[in-house]
Nanobody, 122 residues
Framework: QVRLVESGGGLVQPGGSLRLSCAAS????????MGWYRQAPGNQRELVAA???????NYADSVKGRFTISRDNAKNTVYLQMNSLKPEDTAVYYC????????????????WGQGTQVTVSS
């Protein structure tokens, strides 16, 4: 089994910064894509940013230039640096990882973290 644990959420004023972390543990041979999603009340879960195992990144238009995704493959950890935060960034942020559990596995499977609340308010 694989477990994803997020940390770093909280309350911040508009214009402030937060850094989210997500560490994967358990039966892991390798991790393909990792990403951050968010879900605000009444809205569908949406992709915020994603990163491949090789470091290629993809961002939602709403966060380009403000958020930066990175990863440490040795630690099976993905980060999201969030700057210039806006009230509309308020949501529960979820980590996702596409995990290949063993060298014998031909397929991978996606796992989700439990979510961390980010609130941007004065």
């Amino acid at each position: 089994q694989v477990r994803l644990v997020e940390s770093g959420g909280g309350l911040v004023q508009p214009g402030g910064s937060l850094r989210l972390s997500c560490a994967a543990s358990g039966r892991i041979f390798s991790i393909n894509d990792m990403g951050w999603y968010r879900q605000a009340p009444g809205n569908q879960r949406e992709l915020v940013a994603a990163i491949t195992s090789g470091g290629r990144t993809n961002y939602a238009d709403s966060v380009k230039g403000r958020f930066t995704i990175s990863r440490d493959n040795a630690k099976n950890t993905v980060y999201l640096q969030m700057n210039s935060l806006k009230p509309e960034d308020t949501a529960v942020y979820y980590c996702n990882a596409d995990v290949r559990p063993s060298i014998l596995s031909r397929t991978s499977r996606g796992y989700w973290g439990q979510g961390t609340q980010v609130t941007v308010s004065s």
